[in-house]
């Protein structure tokens, strides 16, 4: 899931600086960073991982409507 950096001067949507990175995956996505104010675009899901516990649910997944983020710490039985 490498991607590689591109300055192609796409505005950052916090500051409006066009010193910012694109980075377009194979997998059908981009991702923005920004060098002026340490913007990112996947911030939100970058926290989400590291907020996740990783504990066990106590009833069934298909009874919770949002879906558990996979956990980026190794788990401990």
């Not at 694109?22 to 991702?31: A, I, M, P, R, T």
């Not at 939100?44 to 980026?72: K, M, S, W, Y």
């Amino acid at each position: 899931m490498d991607a590689e950096g591109f300055h192609e001067q796409v505005p950052c949507p916090r500051c409006g600086s066009d010193h910012t990175v694109s980075f377009h995956y194979v997998e059908g996505f981009d991702e923005l960073e920004c060098h002026a104010c340490s913007y990112r675009s996947d911030a939100a899901e970058i926290a989400a991982l590291t907020r996740f516990q990783g504990g066990l649910l106590e009833r069934d997944v298909a009874d919770v409507d949002e879906r558990l983020p996979i956990p980026i710490r190794s788990m401990k039985a």
